[in-house]
């Protein structure tokens, strides 16, 4: 049973064909690549967290894919999730804080600076950006435009994420402008 991250798929989203660059004709050619690219990787008992924007608007395409796909499905919602209604996720969250095999992770849709539990060695998860964001020491983009369009292992992330140490991080806050007192 493997654990598997991704977001930012865009089922059904033919203009993020050109945002993205992804090398396909049509949103049903890209559709049909991003199933078989998940199937490909997950088995029916695997757990698969989707960060965010799993589709753009349609109901019935997001049903459709949904339904297509192996695996339990765990929705972080993300800006594209209005049709997070579909039914077919085991759960839907705004964020999630949990630890698998022994690793701390945190699970939102866009990227932050700080998070719950970076200072204790918490990974943090997002999407949002596509690849065009550099991770921060203890972040990972799990996009499928990061990842050759399909699901990232917790294995490939804890092998890929620059480990956060805090005794480097600046010990002083950057303040703009100073306090004015009396």
Request: aromatic share 12%; hydrophobic share 40%; net charge neutral.
């Given at each position: ?8 798929l865009?089922f ?9 660059k992804?090398?396909?004709?049509s949103?049903?050619a ?13 088995e029916?008992?695997?757990t698969?967290?989707v960060?965010?924007d799993f589709?753009f ?9 949904l339904?297509q796909?192996n695996?339990?499905?765990i929705?972080i919602?993300?800006?594209?999730d209005k049709v997070?209604?579909v039914?077919?996720?085991k759960e839907?969250?705004?964020s999630l ?5 022994g690793?701390g992770?945190?699970?939102?849709h866009?990227?932050?600076r700080d998070?719950?539990?970076k ?7 997002y ?14 983009d ?17 092998k890929a ?13 950057y303040?703009?402008?100073?306090w004015k007192h009396?």
């Amino acid at each position: 049973m493997g654990v598997f991250f991704t977001s930012d798929l865009h089922f059904g989203h033919k203009n993020i064909i050109d945002y993205c660059k992804r090398p396909f004709a049509s949103v049903e050619a890209m559709d049909r690549a991003l199933i078989r690219a998940w199937n490909a990787r997950i088995e029916p008992e695997d757990t698969v967290f989707v960060l965010g924007d799993f589709a753009f608007e349609s109901h019935a395409r997001a049903t459709y894919a949904l339904s297509q796909l192996n695996g339990e499905k765990i929705l972080i919602q993300g800006n594209h999730d209005k049709v997070s209604t579909v039914n077919g996720w085991k759960e839907i969250h705004d964020s999630l804080l949990l630890r698998i095999n022994g690793t701390g992770l945190f699970l939102y849709h866009y990227p932050l600076r700080d998070w719950p539990g970076k200072w204790k060695g918490v990974i943090h998860l997002y999407g949002h950006v596509h690849g065009n964001l550099e991770p921060l020491p203890g972040t990972m983009d799990v996009g499928v435009d990061t990842w050759g369009g399909a699901p990232v292992s917790l294995r490939e992330i804890v092998k890929a994420v620059t480990p956060f140490d805090p005794s480097k991080e600046r010990k002083q806050a950057y303040v703009q402008k100073a306090w004015k007192h009396g």
